[in-house]
């Protein structure tokens, strides 16, 4: 019996000193993981940030942000730090992949670009969210305009052939339809940005819902010259006959 006793005592402290271990391991695993992104954090996202929301910030002063941001510089030096092996670590949506692939039309195209700035966002607010205490002043700004960039870009887009200025005047008076993308979860933007044919498939009754937000907040003022571009598009675009093929 006493024999029985020191065995279960022996396999006791045998199974407390295993998990100990594990938990040991765990919180050191945990403390890599928290210096990781706090090392990405100061690297990749706090040093771009500023600029990547410039270009909201600069057309709402009346500045073209197209041409006074060094886009080809900021493309390279994010894919040249997005390459690091432990970033992709941490990116859950394949947000890297798609700043690789965007890196070099990006310099070239609008339109690029604000899905290259799109997946910056994208990544950069993964990591906001994993490190909240230092960044919260930055997190409601920057996943808003995560979905402000999609929005610019699909509208643009949409409306390229028949209004190709319009997305200045988007980003200049973006506030006017926020709204409506609050109440739309960030994965439904991640999803059109990253399929050709979903967003293909669905682009034309988002950009319908933007634009009846647009107009709808945007009364009494003069001068917006994408609200009648986009009517114009639309009659033009979609008839009776393939409006059904606007599905949402």
Same mark, same amino acid.
């Given at each position: 019996m006493a024999a029985e006793w020191i065995f279960l005592g022996l396999m006791a402290a045998l199974i407390a000193a295993f998990f100990g271990m594990k938990i040991v391991k765990k919180r050191t695993e945990n403390k890599e993981l928290e210096v990781q992104k706090r090392a990405i954090m100061n690297e990749f996202v706090l040093p771009f940030l500023p600029e990547v929301m410039s270009f909201y910030h600069l057309e709402v002063v009346g500045k073209d942000p197209f041409s006074v941001v060094d886009s080809e510089k900021l493309i390279h030096v994010i894919c040249s730090l997005s390459r690091q092996k432990t970033y992709r670590r941490f990116d859950r949506n394949g947000a890297l992949i798609h700043l690789h692939e965007l890196g070099a039309s990006a310099k070239e195209d609008q339109q690029q670009l604000l899905k290259f700035l799109f997946w910056y966002l994208d990544y950069s607010n993964g990591i906001l969210e994993a490190v909240p205490e230092e960044t919260n002043f930055l997190i409601r700004e920057a996943m808003l305009l995560e979905k402000q960039f999609?929005?610019?870009? +699909?509208?643009? &887009?949409? /409306? @390229?052939?028949?209004?190709?200025?319009?997305? *200045?005047? *988007?980003?200049? $008076?973006?506030? $006017?339809?926020?709204?409506? /993308?609050? %109440?739309? &979860?960030?994965?439904?933007?991640?999803?059109?940005?990253?399929?050709?044919? *979903? @967003?293909?498939?669905?682009?034309?009754?988002?950009?319908?819902? +933007? #634009? =009846?937000? #647009?107009?709808?907040?945007? =009364?009494?003022?003069?001068? /917006?010259?994408?609200?009648? =571009?986009?009517? %114009?598009?639309?009659?033009?675009? $979609?008839? =009776?006959?393939?409006?059904? *093929? +606007?599905? #949402?």
């Open positions: 999609a929005v610019w870009c +699909i509208c643009h &887009e949409e /409306l @390229r052939m028949d209004a190709p200025d319009s997305v *200045l005047e *988007l980003i200049h $008076y973006s506030s $006017y339809f926020a709204g409506v /993308l609050k %109440e739309m &979860e960030t994965g439904v933007f991640r999803e059109m940005m990253a399929d050709d044919e *979903l @967003r293909n498939e669905r682009r034309g009754n988002f950009v319908r819902i +933007i #634009f =009846q937000d #647009f107009e709808n907040n945007a =009364q009494g003022l003069v001068g /917006l010259e994408a609200i009648e =571009q986009f009517h %114009e598009h639309f009659k033009k675009q $979609y008839t =009776q006959r393939n409006k059904k *093929l +606007i599905r #949402f």
